[in-house]
């Protein structure tokens, strides 16, 4: 089993990686439960886990009490956020139990949102069981839910006391689910680790079609990478966590334009928005044009979009700045984008001109 701390003072906590875990989940949540029954929140689409996850339970003795969202974006709402609660205090959860998200981002997000809410901060465990959640949002204690305003617009920073990951869940992901994770996988090599973009290249394609090595040793490698950047920086304050943010100015654009209804999902807008962001730092002369042609092409051979025309949309430069400017991180009229001057290299300009992306843009077609 690989294990990666979360180094964040008193709010640390490990990140368990091994194929198989959720049957012996019971192991590690027994002493951290006290004897008190666990509250299960789970996407209703993974039945299959949550039965392998309780069967553990079970066995070893651990009390539970279980509800389910429906899967989709949708369930990051006031209403589901409300149902959670409601559902939560009915069965008496106190701050000292332990509120467990089975399911991928948007369960995590939700649930570890009702956490932080609850009799103002209850205990919490991330089970993520897609490839996205697994690399990225289960770690980091970000947590939130979406409003009419826009994504993830109302949330709380709330850290989990404990992350699972099995790999073996993936194996009933929807290929195109278990692609769009993987463009956040690549997302850390593009960041800062070439040689991480380099064993993407080389294991890229084994890892989407089920090679458990592989999909092991991609989000161990991920999650360290996540976990140092969190230490650095978890409240996105010193500028060290915006790195995370690479791909998404643009692709936050796209995903407004798609209009969130699954047609474009977060992590294709990722790949789409890092094809972007390369081939605009290319066109500012910051980065060598080959860089960026690497990166598209590695998005092609993976099957994810590899800039605007691939995912179909017909949006102006203007309409998808205009989406920019809605983005949360735009303050004071500017724009942090997240630039590149090589693979590995990104860098956070906050001076880009809006008008030269708008042009930028529009070149795209
Ligand atoms: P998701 O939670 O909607 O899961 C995608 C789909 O896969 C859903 O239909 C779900 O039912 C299904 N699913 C989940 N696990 C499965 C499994 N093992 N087998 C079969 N089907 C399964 O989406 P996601 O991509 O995991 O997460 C996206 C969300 O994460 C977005 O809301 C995004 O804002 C958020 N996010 C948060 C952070 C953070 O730091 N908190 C970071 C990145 C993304």
Redesign the pocket.
């Known amino acids: 089993m690989k294990q990666i701390d979360v180094a964040l003072g008193d709010r640390s906590y490990p990140v368990l990686i091994e194929s198989g875990l959720l049957a012996r989940a019971a192991e590690h949540l027994a002493p951290l439960a006290a004897g008190h029954p666990l509250a299960i929140v789970a996407?209703q689409?993974?039945a299959q886990?949550l039965a392998t996850f309780t069967t553990s339970l079970d066995s070893a003795g651990v009390k539970w009490r279980a509800m389910t969202v429906p899967?989709?974006?949708a369930s990051?709402s006031w209403t589901t956020l409300a149902q959670v609660c409601d559902q939560l205090l009915a069965w008496g959860v106190e701050r000292r139990d332990l509120v467990i998200a089975l399911?991928?981002?948007?369960?995590?997000?939700l649930v570890g949102f009702a956490s932080a809410i609850l009799k103002r901060g209850a205990r919490f465990v991330q089970i993520p069981?897609?490839l996205?959640?697994q690399v990225?949002?289960s770690v980091?204690g970000?947590?939130g839910i979406n409003t009419a305003a826009g994504?993830?617009l109302v949330g709380a920073f709330h850290q989990p006391e404990l992350v699972l990951i099995d790999p073996r869940?993936?194996d009933?992901?929807?290929d195109r689910?278990l692609r769009?994770?993987y463009a956040e996988v690549v997302k850390y090599g593009l960041i800062d680790d070439f040689a991480f973009f380099e064993w993407c290249e080389r294991n890229g394609a084994a890892l989407l079609t089920g090679d458990t090595a592989a999909r092991e040793a991609a989000i161990a490698h991920s999650v360290a990478a996540k976990a140092r950047i969190v230490a650095a920086d978890e409240f996105e304050t010193n500028g060290t966590r915006a790195l995370l943010n690479l791909g998404h100015t643009f692709g936050h654009a796209l995903e407004a334009e798609a209009g969130f209804d699954g047609s474009l999902?977060?992590?294709e807008a990722v790949a789409a928005g890092c094809a972007l962001a390369f081939d605009f730092s290319a066109a500012q002369g910051l980065c060598p044009a080959q860089d960026a042609e690497r990166v598209k092409a590695h998005w092609r051979s993976v099957g994810l979009p590899d800039g605007l025309a691939p995912t179909g949309l017909r949006a102006s430069g203007a309409r998808l700045v205009e989406h920019m400017r809605h983005d949360k991180k735009a303050s004071g009229g500017n724009l942090p984008f997240l630039l590149a001057r090589g693979i590995g290299r990104t860098c956070l300009d906050r001076t880009v001109d809006l008008g030269a992306v708008e042009a930028f843009l529009d070149r795209q077609g």
């Open positions: 996407d689409d993974v886990h899967a989709g974006e990051k399911g991928g981002g948007v369960i995590g997000d069981t897609t996205l959640a990225d949002s980091g970000k947590t994504k993830n869940v993936l009933t992901l929807p689910e769009a994770g999902l977060h992590g």
